[in-house]
């Protein structure tokens, strides 16, 4: 149960990723380039995705609430990363 649990916990947000490219502009509106999505998507999910929602409702500007989401989605991402290497 705990591994299917896993694979969710990485999935997810990924497959979030994938529908947002294919449906909207938003990452072509938050970020600059297109590397930092893709290594988003390699390492950092929810981080990247909480990045673009922080840029596209805040005007380009990490601030206030958004840095505390942000903050919350590298932690996160580290709690996965981290759950990974105890198995």
């Known amino acids: 149960m705990a591994v299917v649990l896993v694979i969710i916990a990485l999935a997810l947000p990924r497959i979030l990723m994938i529908f947002v490219k294919l449906l909207t502009d938003w990452f072509a509106r938050a ?20 990045y673009m929602a922080a840029m596209l ?29 105890r198995k």
């Open 31 to 50: 970020y600059d380039t297109t590397i930092w999505p893709l290594l988003g998507w390699l390492f950092l999910p929810y981080t990247t995705l909480a």
């Open 57 to 85: 409702n805040n005007n380009h500007k990490l601030g206030g609430w958004w840095t505390v989401l942000v903050v919350a989605a590298v932690l996160a991402d580290l709690g996965v990363f981290s759950s990974l290497r």
